[in-house]
């Protein structure tokens, strides 16, 4: 495995075997978030931009917390494709993709993981090159009898299953060949996060960090 540091260059997939979804409510929340699951041992952040606290958010990991290699995630836009690296993103997941999403996440400069879930949207990827996927919803769409199904006729396709994923699960999804990292939230219980439960967010990454 790569360090996070030199990955963040090269494909998102290789930044950490498993990558914490983030939903941040308040930005005030981010930095002691990112301090735990970095202290856990995952050092790849994905803050989804579902809530208007999210750039900020990166932002702040950004800045102060220097070990980490913040991303975004829910990208569905060419506009957020320009706002999440302005903040400081280092790489960019989007649930799905279109030809202008795409377009933006290449002219980036970051590495990207746009989503799929069927095998066209898949073939349609490779044809533009891109290799590195992000497999969404993973547990609606199939899960890992789906993944296990495309490794065959699109063993070119590599990805990053994440939608329902669990500690239980993830390591059954791991052991794809096609599967070079999970993505999920079980690390970070709303309860934990609530009441500023660092200790037990960092309990959880360093359990998930374990699964590589």
Do not use: Q
């Not at 050092?43 to 208007?52: F, G, H, K, S, Y």
Request: glycine share 10%; charged share 15%.
């Amino acid at each position: 495995m790569n360090s996070p540091v030199a990955a963040a260059k090269g494909s998102a997939l290789d930044l950490a075997p498993v990558i914490p979804v983030v939903v941040v409510d308040t930005a005030h929340t981010a930095v002691p978030l990112a301090r735990a699951l970095v202290a856990g041992g995952l050092t790849a952040i994905e803050v989804t931009l579902r809530t208007p606290a999210a750039l900020d958010a990166i932002r702040a990991i950004a800045a102060e917390v220097p070990e980490a290699v913040v991303g975004a995630g829910t990208v569905t836009s060419a506009g957020h494709v320009e706002d999440a690296v302005d903040a400081g993103a280092r790489f960019l997941v989007s649930p799905g993709w279109t030809e202008s999403v795409l377009g933006a996440m290449k002219d980036s400069g970051v590495p990207f993981l746009p989503g799929v879930s069927t095998a066209s949207e898949v073939l349609a990827l490779l044809e533009h090159g891109v290799r590195d996927m992000k497999f969404f919803p993973a547990e609606a769409a199939g899960g890992i009898a789906y993944l296990k199904s495309l490794a065959g006729p699109l063993p070119a396709a590599r990805f990053c299953p994440t939608g329902g994923i669990t500690a239980a699960s993830a390591p059954s999804y791991l052991r794809l060949p096609n599967v070079a990292c999970v993505g999920g939230s079980w690390m970070l219980p709303a309860e934990a996060v609530g009441a500023a439960d660092w200790a037990r967010v960092e309990s959880l990454a360093r359990e998930a960090a374990a699964l590589g």
